[in-house]
Structures are given as structure tokens and as C-alpha cells.
């Protein structure tokens, strides 16, 4: 290998050769990950909930005096009640939302979709260039578009009632799903405290330092990115408050979720409404509504390379990069891969490949 190594260097500089020989381990170990996750995800899921109670746990062992053991399953536990009470609230909540939500707009369509069309074919009819014959077609296609739409947003509203009821019969094994995260998070919790990773200490093995800090760059990565996405709510329902939106939570929360979504995201809520309100003549809504997600837009993006790049301590040009390039390639999952192959990198270099070269300076 060293033979190999030194031939390559011939001809490669040693902070590339070093990167690319990463990235190649790092990229199959994350393909694995991904292809893995369906089996691996409750292990997943207790991983990070085992980081993220570390500091509750040393907390709860300081003020009560509980015992290691005792204070882990105390805070996994509520971690696991609280989890597990906020899903079903919420999913089935969202449930009943979309489908008012759905039947709302089908009433709409039912009351002023005519009279949209008799509008529309008015105005065509002001051209007197157009052929008659051309703008009843074009009419006769919107009338049987708009028959097919309120057809399918009744099936839709039927699917999602369906889909909350098989929600709830999936309740039992969400149930168990949540349980094994919790099980995989107790000894995880105990590992942690008992060899001190997270308080990085001097003392550790070069091996045991890259786990501290990959762990501290995990917990950053899911609190920072959790943050975006409120922020990203929070700026959405207070915009729809304000502009006194029907159904502001839910769409609020939609925008949230699609925010993850490579180039649409929250366009995909927006462009609707917007077309909602010209449609029904509501132009200053509109307008405050499309100025709403410039707002978004502009906060979302000022804030994202910032946040990221303080929290794990990369430059804020490779944070652009690594989002742009990660949601051009593959959506959230490629800005997910290009940020931690960076931040892993940058771990790598301060912990391995600098200590060999301060040894071999000594030796020298």
C-alpha cells in the first residue's frame, strides 16, 4: 500500500491524493448507509436520539443524582412518550386537514369554475382576430378539465381518509418501530457517557477523538437543519396569519416539508394559492402572496450557508457549493452526502493526516 501510495504521489499532490482516497471510502460507506436504511432506520433513529439526550441525561444524573442506567432510561423514555404521542397527534391532525383542505377546493371549483371559464372566453372573444371556433374548443377543453379535477380532488379526498385510517392501524407497529429506537439508544447512551466521547478529552485515542467529533457534527448537522426548517415554518405561518390564509398551520407546515425538495419546494403551495386569488379577482392578495415567497426565499437562503457553515465549521463557499451541487444531483439525500463528506473530511485532516505530519516532523 505504502508503495502505491508513494508511486501516486509522484504525480498527485498529498492534499488531493489524501481527499480523493476519503471521498472513495466515504462515498461507498454512504451508499451503503442509503441502501441499508430500510432495515437500519430504528437503529438510525436511536443513534441520533442517543446524541441528541446527552446533555439531558448528564443533567438529570447531576440534579437528581440518578444513577447512569436509571437517569438514560428515565430521559429515553420521555424522549420516547413525547415522540411517539407527537406523531400520531400531528399525522392524524394533518389527515383531517388535508382532506378539508381538498373538499374546500373542490367547492370552489364547483361554485366558480363556470364563471372563470364565461370570463375567460369574454376576454378571448375581445380579439376579433381569434376564431370563434377556436375559443370553443379552447373553452369546451377547460369545462371538461375542470369536470376531470373536481373528480379526482374527490378521489384524492377519499384516498386521504383512507390513508389516515391506515395510519392508525399502523399505530402497533410505529409502536414498535419506536421502541426498538429507544432499546438501540439506551446502550448507545451508556457507551457514550461511560468512555466520555463527547467531551473529547486529551487523553483519547486518535480513533476515539474522530467518533467525539463526528458525533458533535451529527447532533449540529440534525439541530441546524431542524432550525432551517422552523425558521422556514415560522416565517410561512406568520405571513399567512397576517395575510389571513385558510388553513395557515397546514399549509405552513407543507411548506416546511417541501422546503427539503430540490428547485420546487415551497413554490409548489404558492403558485396555487396565487392562482387561486387572480382567479377569483383578489389581486392585492396575490400579489402579497408572491411577495411572501420572495420574503422566504431570501431569508431561507441568507440563513442557510451561515448556519451551516458556524455549526460545522466549514467554509461557507463549500457550504454553497455542497448545497447547490447536492440538491442539483440527488435533492436533500445529495446536499446531505456533499455536506458530511466535507465535514467527515475536514475531521479526517485535523485528527489524522496533520498528527502524522507533526510526528514525522519530530522524528525529522
Excluded at 479526517?348 to 510526528?359: D, P, T
Aim: aromatic letters at 16%; hydrophobic letters at 55%.
Amino acid at each position: 500500500m505504502k508503495r502505491i501510495d508513494d508511486f501516486v504521489l509522484m504525480y498527485i499532490k498529498p492534499n488531493v491524493y489524501n481527499f480523493i482516497k476519503f471521498a472513495i471510502g466515504f462515498s461507498l460507506l454512504f451508499y451503503l448507509f442509503i441502501i441499508t436504511f430500510q432495515y437500519t432506520s430504528p437503529f438510525v433513529v436511536g443513534f441520533v436520539v442517543a446524541i441528541l439526550s446527552i446533555r439531558p441525561i448528564q443533567w438529570v444524573m447531576k440534579k437528581f443524582k440518578f444513577k447512569t442506567g436509571i437517569a438514560v432510561m428515565l430521559v429515553n423514555s420521555v424522549v420516547f412518550i413525547i415522540t411517539f404521542i407527537a406523531i400520531i397527534t400531528f399525522s392524524l391532525y394533518i389527515g383531517f386537514e388535508i382532506k378539508n383542505l381538498i373538499l374546500s377546493i373542490y367547492n370552489f371549483l364547483q361554485e366558480n369554475y363556470e364563471s372563470i371559464i364565461q370570463d375567460f372566453e369574454s376576454w378571448l372573444l375581445s380579439f376579433q382576430f381569434v376564431d370563434k371556433a377556436l375559443i370553443n374548443s379552447i373553452t369546451d377543453m377547460f369545462m371538461s378539465s375542470g369536470t376531470e379535477m373536481s373528480t379526482q380532488l374527490l378521489a384524492q379526498s377519499s384516498l386521504v381518509f383512507n390513508k389516515v385510517l391506515a395510519f392508525v392501524s399502523f399505530i402497533p407497529n410505529l409502536f414498535i418501530v419506536l421502541l426498538f429506537s429507544i432499546f438501540s439508544a439506551y446502550p448507545i447512551s451508556i457507551e457514550l457517557l461511560q468512555t466520555n466521547l463527547i467531551t473529547k478529552k486529551k487523553e483519547h485515542t486518535k480513533t476515539e477523538i474522530m467518533i467525539s467529533e463526528s458525533i458533535d457534527s451529527v447532533g449540529k448537522y440534525v439541530i441546524t437543519y431542524g432550525l432551517l426548517v422552523f425558521i422556514t415554518f415560522m416565517v410561512t405561518l406568520i405571513g399567512f396569519i397576517i395575510l389571513n390564509i385558510p388553513y395557515a398551520f397546514l399549509l405552513s407546515v407543507l411548506c416546511a416539508i417541501l422546503d427539503l425538495l430540490p428547485i420546487v419546494g415551497t413554490i409548489l403551495i404558492f403558485v396555487p394559492l396565487i392562482i387561486m386569488y387572480l382567479m377569483e379577482g383578489n389581486y392585492v392578495l396575490a400579489i402579497a402572496l408572491a411577495v411572501l415567497y420572495v420574503v422566504i426565499q431570501v431569508v431561507r437562503q441568507s440563513v442557510q450557508p451561515r448556519l451551516l457553515s458556524t455549526s460545522l465549521d466549514i467554509h461557507p463557499l463549500v457550504t454553497l457549493f455542497s448545497i447547490f451541487a447536492g440538491l442539483k444531483l440527488a435533492g436533500f439525500v445529495g446536499m446531505l452526502y456533499f455536506i458530511a463528506l466535507f465535514v467527515g473530511y475536514g475531521i479526517y485532516k485535523r485528527v489524522i493526516i496533520e498528527s502524522v505530519n507533526s510526528q514525522t516532523e519530530i522524528e525529522l
